[in-house]
């Protein structure tokens, strides 16, 4: 086991600490759904984190994973709630698809059902962070790097139900 995977909380944990002590545990700070989508397309929209997220597409994250990243980013602070996340990351999505046509940078949507692995896609993503020069590093950096930690998340596993056995089966 690694070191950061003994570092994480035990299930139960935030009941034995201190109320709201984490962003996810306070009310968020946007309800909103349009507040949201004018949160998200202004902090894309500055400089120094348009330069980085064009970067990424370039490199070969899709822009679904980079929006879907950017909205965990930002329940996990706090920022909004998943259902806003829901209702606004298409939005977020058209509009860097819509950056990236303009910048006449190639992309692509989303990644094709059997393409990657989630492992195979977080460390797509992670090679993009590690690539970008250590003078570019940003508040567009931070945003990437951020996005990153997101998709490094492991995915709960699927349980597969057994078959009923015995007389009531059919």
Do not use: C
């Not at 944990?13 to 949201?36: G, I």
């Not at 949160?39 to 500055?46: E, G, K, M, Q």
């Not at 977020?92 to 910048?103: G, H, L, N, Y």
């Amino acid at each position: 086991m690694t070191e950061e995977a003994l570092m994480a909380a035990v299930p139960g944990q935030s009941l034995t600490d201190y109320p709201k002590n984490y962003p996810w545990e306070r009310s968020p700070e946007l309800v909103d759904p349009n507040e949201a989508v004018k949160y998200h397309i202004d902090r894309v929209s500055d400089e120094s984190i348009i330069d980085n997220v064009l970067d990424v597409l370039e490199f070969g994250i899709p822009a679904k994973i980079l929006s879907e990243a950017m909205m965990s980013g930002a329940v996990a602070s706090g920022i909004h709630s998943i259902d806003v996340s829901l209702i606004v990351e298409p939005i977020v999505r058209d509009f860097i698809m819509k950056a990236a046509d303009m910048a006449g940078v190639e992309y692509k949507e989303t990644f094709k059902p059997d393409e990657m692995t989630m492992a195979e896609r977080a460390s797509l993503f992670d090679d993009a962070v590690k690539s970008t020069p250590e003078g570019e590093r940003d508040k567009g950096f931070e945003l990437v790097k951020e996005a990153a930690a997101s998709m490094k998340e492991e995915p709960v596993e699927e349980t597969t139900e057994e078959e009923p056995k015995g007389l009531m089966a059919r």
